[in-house]
């Protein structure tokens, strides 16, 4: 739940003006759970070998990074400038429960940051660093917003998990029209004598109108390596943003996008549905991301690339209100693609579950749980394993995963 910290009362400074109103909000999520894994990676022996591991791991408190929130803080700020006008504001953080850390690659207020204005019936126009439209409009749409951070799509390539951020960017947000919302985004490259080097920019619509939902979006960004993997500040500014190959001494790291980090371009289309029917919510989502024009970042090229590749992937959900208190979902996500040249393509098969129970209106317990199985050949050239989440990958191309923890919302 959110709690005010302060409104200030500002007295009008012409006769006849109304009084403005100015408040701040701190609010947030902290997470902590118990998660266990099989099958993990603990090495990547070479290109044509198998990776080396298998074994189990159980990880404590790993700040909700399995479970279905990840934990933050955060401020929001509001000021009624008369008129229908407002100035807002908001800055959140992630962080770890374990020892305090920041999350986001250690960037401080790395999870949002921006200051805008809004306007009654015209939308709020927003700068700074901030979530793209398909994280705005399709996102809630998903079993990933209900299942958590197990759930994502692998390696997140399609974002729809709001993996990252968006540094730089002006955004537009509509009101809704009759249940039609539409917005914008764009971000500016910052590459001197070219304006459209690193550029983002992404555009999408939802509409909720009784039991029916339907939202989509497309993001297009150019040198993803940067401007979309790349915003964190951990981040490096010529190496791979996107993923690890591994070596003998390390697990790979995303290794179903991790060898397309040479991209010119990357360009997702997403759509989602719900229909409500009483307790019940049925749900159907396809995201497209296209990696276009490989080889043109030639350092990041290790495995000599060119033209472009897709990755897709079509998802259906049920969640159920069993009780006021209890909730259950699963759902089934089947990702293919990623085929360049003669090179074979991925297929990723994941079954997804999810139980909460709500202790009261800001906490709750919850389990949610994992399996896939992953086929064919990986963007790094290598037989496909299957890599669940956040988590490290598996040495086999199936994987079990399963979070239990308590999320409370202040």
Do not use: C
């Not at 429960?97 to 960037?107: D, E, K, Y």
């Not at 060898?259 to 049925?282: D, E, H, K, R, W």
């Amino acid at each position: 739940m959110k709690r005010k910290l302060f409104a200030l009362s500002v007295s009008s400074l012409l006769a006849g003006t109304a009084h403005a109103q100015s408040s701040v909000t701190l609010y947030g999520i902290v997470t902590g759970d118990v998660t266990y894994v099989n099958n993990v990676q603990t090495a990547a022996t070479s290109k044509s070998g198998k990776p080396v591991g298998g074994g189990s791991q159980v990880a404590l408190l790993d700040s909700g990074t399995s479970g279905i929130s990840s934990s933050r803080w955060g401020f929001k700020g509001v000021e009624d400038l008369g008129g229908g006008i407002k100035t807002l504001f908001q800055l959140e953080s992630g962080l770890s429960v374990n020892n305090g850390t920041l999350g986001q690659g250690g960037t401080e207020f790395g999870r949002q940051a921006w200051v805008g204005l809004s306007a009654e019936h015209y939308g709020t126009f927003s700068l700074g660093r901030q979530a793209d439209t398909s994280v705005e409009f399709v996102s809630p749409l998903l079993f990933i917003w209900y299942g958590g951070n197990l759930t994502i799509h692998p390696a997140d390539y399609d974002n729809l998990n709001f993996t990252h951020r968006i540094n730089n960017s002006l955004k537009y947000l509509s009101d809704s029209y009759g249940g039609f919302r539409f917005g914008a985004l764009y971000s500016v490259g910052g590459i001197a004598g070219n304006v459209t080097q690193n550029q983002l920019w992404s555009a999408g619509a939802a509409y909720t109108g009784g039991s029916f939902a339907f939202a989509a979006s497309i993001l297009n960004a150019r040198n993803p390596n940067n401007s979309l993997y790349g915003t964190n500040a951990n981040a490096s500014a010529t190496g791979n943003n996107l993923g690890s190959a591994g070596s003998a001494t390390s697990a790979e790291s995303n290794p179903a996008i991790a060898g397309f980090a040479s991209a010119n371009t990357q360009q997702t289309i997403s759509v989602a549905t719900t229909y409500t029917a009483g307790p019940a919510i049925l749900g159907a989502a396809y995201s497209n991301t296209q990696f276009r024009g490989l080889g043109t970042t030639a350092s990041l090229d290790t495995l000599g690339y060119s033209g472009s590749t897709t990755l897709q992937t079509g998802s259906l959900s049920v969640r159920y209100q069993v009780t006021p208190f209890l909730r259950v979902g699963t759902s089934f996500d089947y990702t293919t693609g990623g085929s360049v040249g003669d090179k074979g393509s991925a297929k990723y098969e994941q079954f997804n579950l999810e139980a909460g129970y709500s202790l009261s209106k800001a906490t709750d317990l919850y389990v949610t749980g994992a399996f896939q199985h992953a086929s064919g050949t990986d963007s790094l050239g290598r037989p496909a394993v299957a890599d669940i989440g956040y988590l490290s990958p598996s040495a086999t191309s199936k994987q079990v995963a399963v979070s239990a923890g308590i999320r409370h919302l202040f």
